[in-house]
């Protein structure tokens, strides 16, 4: 089975620029989450969709945004880019996830974005 | 709120030695407990979790965790480092969502 794949895996963007990541989700897998990663602050959680629905949402400014397909495929959308959203943008997927805490998150390998 | 503590921001260990990765939690409720690592422009990679049941959980590439509720700890083992093994160890707890430990970053000497 084909794992969590994400596009692009690298982005230069400068300032004021908006930028959209994709993420497919593994098979069958109905839950994406989407995580923040900076030398600063670790990892963050960003939302989860679940039937394309945000089921979760974490502590982000309205620029981060996002959404799912009927085939559970994902985006995420930064607004007006800034200096500080350069990271490494992890997307996880899950049977059900959400409510169900026992299951395990996949992740794919990231988008690395850089904001001049 | 639920949060995870890293202690060690890295851990040195030889080649052929036990290795260590410690970890602490702080959740309301039953915990459900994970580790993850990260190679190099990577993503991460499950190794284990704990559910419930048997304190001592195996997972991949031959690491084990023990659980320890009196002492709100969740730490990875692996009886005998490979260099391959070098790489950076995540903890977490899940709840609607993973919350991350800070990372500790593994480096086995040959």
């Known amino acids: 089975k084909a794992g969590v794949t994400q596009t692009p895996r690298y982005l230069i963007k400068t300032r004021g620029q908006q930028v959209t990541l994709s993420c497919s989700p593994i098979s069958g897998h109905r839950s994406v989450s989407w995580y923040q990663q900076t030398p600063g602050q670790g990892l963050q959680f960003l939302f989860e969709y679940f039937s394309e629905t945000q089921r979760n949402k974490g502590n982000f400014p309205g620029r981060f945004s996002g959404r799912q397909f009927s085939n559970s495929r994902s985006e995420m959308n930064v607004s007006t880019l800034e200096l500080g959203d350069s990271a490494l943008y992890l997307c996880a997927s899950s049977l059900a996830g959400g409510g169900a805490r026992r299951e395990t998150q996949y992740f794919g390998p990231g988008t690395r974005l850089l904001v001049l | 709120a639920q949060s995870v503590a890293q202690p060690e921001d890295q851990v040195n260990v030889a080649e052929g030695n036990p290795l260590t990765v410690k970890c602490t939690y702080s959740v309301s409720g039953n915990p459900y407990l994970f580790w993850y690592v990260q190679y190099p422009n990577r993503g991460l990679q499950f190794l284990l979790k704990?559910?419930?049941?048997?304190?001592l959980v195996k997972g991949s590439y031959g690491f084990e965790a023990e659980f320890n509720k009196s002492q709100t700890s969740f730490h990875l083992k692996k009886p005998s480092a490979l260099v391959s093994d070098s790489a950076l160890y995540f903890c977490?707890?899940?709840?609607?969502?993973?919350?991350f430990g800070g990372g500790t970053r593994v480096l086995v000497k040959p």
């Open positions: 977490a707890v899940s709840s609607n969502k993973l919350t």
């Open positions: 704990y559910i419930t049941g048997d304190n």
